[in-house]
């Protein structure tokens, strides 16, 4: 590979990085069923949860602090990001 080309992939692997970390818009894309993401929900204190779309395309969550308000329509997420990969090394 020339220098050129490897330039242009060490400049350009941060901002892929970055794009996959945004947060995604509910109304422009979903999620994989049954694939925990972290949820943004705008309810009356902004917070955030660990949830998933059922194969009924209802979010579910087993946060705890996630009740059935802040998930059901009236608090529903209006954004979603995968979650980061777990660490690599055991230290």
């Known amino acids: ?9 060490e400049e ?8 996959e970390r945004r947060w ?3 109304d422009e894309a979903l999620p994989d069923r049954n ?8 309810v009356s204190e902004e917070k955030t949860f660990i949830a998933s779309l059922d194969e009924g ?21 209006t954004h ?3 979650l980061p990969a777990p660490p690599t090394d055991s230290k």
């Open 12 to 19: 350009l692997e941060p901002t892929v990085a970055e794009w």
């Open 80 to 82: 979603w990001m995968p």
């Open 57 to 77: 395309g209802m979010w579910f969550s087993s946060d705890p602090t996630a009740d059935a308000y802040s998930l059901g329509e009236d608090g529903a997420p």
């Open 1 to 9: 590979m020339g220098w050129l080309k490897r330039r242009i992939i």
């Open 35 to 42: 694939v925990n993401v972290l949820v943004y929900i705008p």
């Open 24 to 26: 995604i818009p509910i």
